[in-house]
């Protein structure tokens, strides 16, 4: 026999003696984080544990402090691990399509850049001088007057002997020619050529060939001489600079001697500004091409030369934690930029820019999984630097593209950084279940719970975390009644009277919720009733769907009966989610029942609008009904059942007892009272089993009641199981003390049964029939009237048969 509930049983209070302060003013902050011992161990296991693949995903309900804790976690730890390197990228002279990545020790990489700045700004001055010194003037118009004089010598010497011939060195078009002159040196005419005799002609051009190849000679002999003049200028160039580069050269790399790729780069260095002379020379102004045309002085670019730090850890304490608030491809892998010049893109190493992964190498990086996963290359690129251990800066598009087009690849970067990923539930499982790469690279989950137990410690911790909120944000200090509405609040958030809440983003909106409606009214202390104020006021502005289904109740435009008695109709309890706010919605229940053998009809599900876990509940009715009536002989029953004016899906299952007492009520005909609503779920034989939502469903059912007017025939009817999740709100704890309205919980479905008709359900006798006067007994002699009236129409149906078989037996 079911018993009502005791007000003591529908609402845990907090204790206010366990508090040993007056007002949270009187205690400190708490450091670290609550109830999250599981999620802790893991989190320190992941972050301990340097082999390849345990990076992390931390996983929970939003507001349970997941960020808060890694955030506290992280800087803890990396404040005591070593600071990385910088890393810089430097012009590659072999292949400057390819830059070339440099490590080099936290804070030198800027010093680097701004030697090698120096360098520059050093041999754009020096250079020029040395060129234009006295000695190098003097060595190299040596050289030049040397060649000069060789080739004066050469060419006036052939010229004499041609002279004495009758011939002469003349300038044309193709080059150097020997043509014949007249005695007073004038060339001969083609006229006057032809009109000597043929001898004389002969010997002419005999004459003539032979000075010519002469010449032809003495012209290669010019030509390898310039080539020599120019190289012993080269060398000479190549001396007097190398005596203004080298010392500076050879300083910077006695300076970062224990780096072998800088010394590899210093030495490429000097070969291409030895090579390059010209860039740092002083040019002589063009001049214009038209007076009123001043052409702009052409400025030689030394950006080769310049160092790009991507990464500096200078200033630096310890590892490095990056939180990537947008992790988009470029975001998180860097990037090269791009100038637009004369209608061009243009760029070079000077434009790679870091991404947030750079940053992070040595360290750690926590990023968002879902806004990983809503960004197109960023997911799979995350894996694949995991997996290979490396960085690559790349143009992701450069695929997509019609044609090719030639970008920087710069030289990839070794990574080594712990990756945490922080997201819901769904996303972790969605990722171990369908991607392999996955749980090789992320296998350790911290997984923080939405509630904890209610221990004394950790109702003293609650206290702690007011405190913390009421000093990190200047709120008013709560006193024991507030701080204990607090406490009793999350016991409701986590739905369990002996389970506190760990979502303590909703826990700290009310206390300051709470700050403010005690600082409305004046006061300098939050009390217990500014808590419960500010409870209801967030009530009051988030439930205008509630009020307005309320009202189209009370209108009877939803019909919902909470007075008298009816057949086959039931109150049924559903809870509705709006996000933000959830409530308990009454609902009618009905069945009716008549000759056939169809069985039970889910309405619902004829129409689709019932889920699976609905009508799964339907067969379990039907399986209830087999094993109850049908334990000798078939039984033959015809039933439908529907949620009246339902417009929406409907899902769940804690609806199987409603249906089931529509349904038998149907079938007794005995009428069940409607001032009674029912939740719960039930298996085949008939025990009630849980459900949630359950203070949602009686506040939602007695707010009905109580507009209409509460009496002692209004109640609830819930699982017994249920009794630990119960935190009602005051207005019915306080109804329940006066005797106004009931909550009862029951083990097995007769019990409410019995509630809800005012009758016994009977138990079996040894004779297998249920005692007159029950539910049961009711029910088992419809179930044999409608089995005998169905036997019945069968032997009519089979006596006319067989007569139409004798009268076409006899015509034939």
């Not at 845990?12 to 302060?21: A, E, G, M, P």
């Not at 009277?497 to 979502?503: A, E, F, G, I, Q």
């Not at 949602?696 to 249920?722: A, Q, T």
Request: hydrophobic share 35%.
């Amino acid at each position: 026999m079911a018993v009502k509930l005791k007000p003591e049983e529908l609402y845990k209070c907090c204790d206010l003696s366990s508090f040993k302060f007056n007002t949270t003013a009187d205690i400190g902050k708490f450091e670290g984080t609550i109830g999250q011992e599981k999620a802790l161990k893991s989190l320190d296991f992941g972050l301990s544990l340097t082999s390849k693949g345990f990076n992390i995903y931390v996983l929970g309900e939003s507001g349970t402090g997941k960020m808060r804790t890694i955030r506290t976690l992280l800087h803890e730890k990396a404040s005591k691990e070593n600071v990385p390197q910088d890393w810089c990228y430097v012009y590659n002279f072999k292949d400057p399509d390819m830059p070339l990545a440099v490590s080099i020790e936290p804070g030198r990489g800027l010093v680097f850049h701004r030697d090698m700045d120096d360098l520059i700004k050093a041999l754009r001055i020096e250079i020029p001088k040395v060129f234009e010194s006295k000695e190098y003037e003097k060595q190299r118009s040596k050289i030049v007057e040397e060649f000069q004089q060789k080739q004066k010598n050469l060419f006036t010497s052939l010229e004499e002997e041609a002279q004495a011939k009758g011939f002469a060195i003349r300038k044309a078009v193709t080059g150097l020619l020997i043509v014949p002159v007249k005695k007073g040196g004038e060339p001969l005419t083609e006229e006057e050529f032809s009109a000597l005799d043929e001898k004389t002609r002969k010997k002419v051009e005999e004459i003539g060939k032979m000075f010519q190849e002469r010449l032809d000679d003495v012209v290669r002999a010019v030509r390898e001489a310039e080539k020599l003049v120019k190289d012993l200028l080269g060398r000479l160039d190549r001396e007097i600079a190398l005596g203004a580069v080298g010392h500076l050269i050879e300083d910077l790399k006695l300076k970062y001697k224990e780096h072998e790729k800088i010394l590899s780069y210093l030495e490429a260095v000097k070969e291409d500004i030895l090579s390059h002379l010209d860039d740092f020379k002083t040019a002589e102004e063009q001049p214009a091409p038209l007076p009123f045309m001043r052409m702009p002085k052409p400025e030689t670019s030394f950006v080769r030369y310049a160092v790009n730090v991507i990464v500096n850890n200078g200033e630096s304490k310890g590892a490095p934690v990056v939180f990537e608030s947008n992790p988009t491809y470029l975001n998180i892998f860097g990037k090269i930029e791009y100038k637009v010049q004369y209608g061009m893109a243009m760029t070079d190493f000077s434009m790679i820019k870091a991404g947030s992964l750079h940053r992070a190498n040595g360290g750690y990086i926590v990023i968002n999984a879902l806004d990983l996963l809503r960004n197109i290359f960023s997911y799979d690129t995350l894996k694949r630097s995991i997996k290979n251990r490396e960085i690559k800066i790349e143009d992701i598009w450069e695929q997509y593209r019609l044609m090719s087009t030639t970008a920087l690849k710069p030289e990839p970067i070794p990574l080594d950084v712990k990756v945490i990923l922080v997201g819901n539930p769904y996303i972790y499982y969605m990722l171990y279940s369908l991607d392999d790469e996955y749980r090789e690279l992320f296998k350790v989950k911290s997984d923080f719970d939405s509630r904890m137990d209610m221990t004394p410690e950790n109702v003293e911790k609650y206290a702690f975390f007011v405190a913390s909120c009421q000093k990190e944000e200047n709120l008013l200090p709560f006193d024991r009644g507030g701080v204990s509405k607090i406490v009793e609040h999350g016991s409701r958030l986590a739905n369990h009277m002996n389970k506190l809440s760990t979502r303590f983003s909703d826990i700290a909106d009310i206390i300051r919720e709470s700050h403010y409606w005690a600082q409305k009214e004046g006061g300098d202390i939050v009390k217990a009733e500014h808590v419960v104020k500010a409870l209801e006021e967030k009530v009051f502005r988030s439930n205008r769907i509630e009020e307005r289904i309320r009202e189209m109740m009370l209108e009877d435009t939803l019909i919902v009966n909470t007075s008298g008695e009816k057949t086959g109709q039931v109150n049924g309890l559903a809870v509705l989610d709006m996000g933000d706010y959830s409530f308990g919605k009454p609902s009618r229940i009905t069945a009716t029942t008549y000759i056939g053998k169809a069985g039970i009809v889910n309405i619902e599900r004829e129409t689709k609008m019932s889920g699976k876990i609905h009508e799964k509940a339907i067969m379990i009715i039907s399986g209830y009904l087999g094993g109850k009536y049908a334990v000798k002989k078939p039984i033959s029953l015809s039933a439908s059942i529907t949620f009246e004016q339902l417009y929406e899906m409907i899902e769940g299952d804690s609806a199987t007892c409603a249906e089931l007492y529509a349904l038998l009520s149907s079938i007794s005909g005995a009428p069940i009272k409607q001032g009674f609503a029912v939740t719960g779920s039930m298996d085949q034989s008939g025990d009630v089993q849980p459900i949630g939502g359950v203070n949602e469903k009686i506040e939602g059912f007695f707010d009905l009641c109580k507009i209409r007017g509460l009496d002692d025939s209004h109640g609830v009817i819930i699982p017994k199981r249920n009794i630990k999740h119960l935190m009602l709100r005051q207005d019915v704890v306080d109804a329940v003390k006066e005797g106004r309205f009931s909550i009862y919980p029951i083990e097995k479905m007769e019990e409410g049964l019995e509630i809800l008709t005012g009758m016994p359900a009977g138990e079996l006798k040894e004779d297998g029939t249920y005692p007159e006067g029950t539910i049961n007994y009711l029910v088992v002699k419809r179930l044999e009237e409608i089995s005998a009236a169905l036997e019945k129409k069968k032997e009519k149906e089979e006596d006319k048969e067989e007569k139409k078989k004798e009268n076409d037996t006899e015509n034939k």
